[in-house]
């Protein structure tokens, strides 16, 4: 059965630093992408950012662009996920996806394309 498991969320202050991880088990993550999305208190998912299978491809969105960084260690099944200089606005729950589709970076990581999801971890920014 494949699960993923994300861990790495916490109380930070504003301007803080986290490294959320999504571990895999029961499968490899070698031959899926990864996608990490996030859902707000009375707002909807929303993609965060994704990686390919071989690491090569990565996606943000704008709203995290220059302060997220995507990462995978298939040797430890494992995707990171560094979150730096964060806002009170990045406040959310936090969860890890993984898909198969061919060439699913380049489509944008949307949330359909992934079949397989975390429970999620709880990141909260305040002072």
């Known amino acids: 059965q494949l699960q993923l498991v994300e861990s790495g969320g916490g109380l930070v202050q504003p301007g803080g630093s986290l490294r959320l991880s999504c571990a895999a088990s029961?499968?490899?993550?070698?031959?899926?992408?990864i996608g990490w999305f996030r859902q707000a208190p009375g707002k909807e998912r929303e993609g965060v950012s994704c990686i390919s299978s071989s690491g090569g491809s990565t996606n943000y969105a704008d709203s995290v662009k220059g302060r997220f960084t995507i990462s995978r260690d298939n040797a430890k099944n494992t995707v990171y996920l560094q979150m730096n200089s964060l806002k009170p606005e990045d406040t959310a729950i936090y969860y890890c996806?993984?898909?198969?589709?061919?060439?699913?970076?380049?489509?944008?990581?949307?949330?359909?394309?992934?079949?397989?999801w975390g429970q999620g971890t709880q990141v909260t920014v305040s002072s």
């Open positions: 996806a993984a898909g198969n589709i061919p060439g699913l970076v380049h489509m944008g990581c949307a949330a359909p394309l992934f079949g397989s």
């Open positions: 029961g499968f490899t993550l070698d031959y899926y992408a």
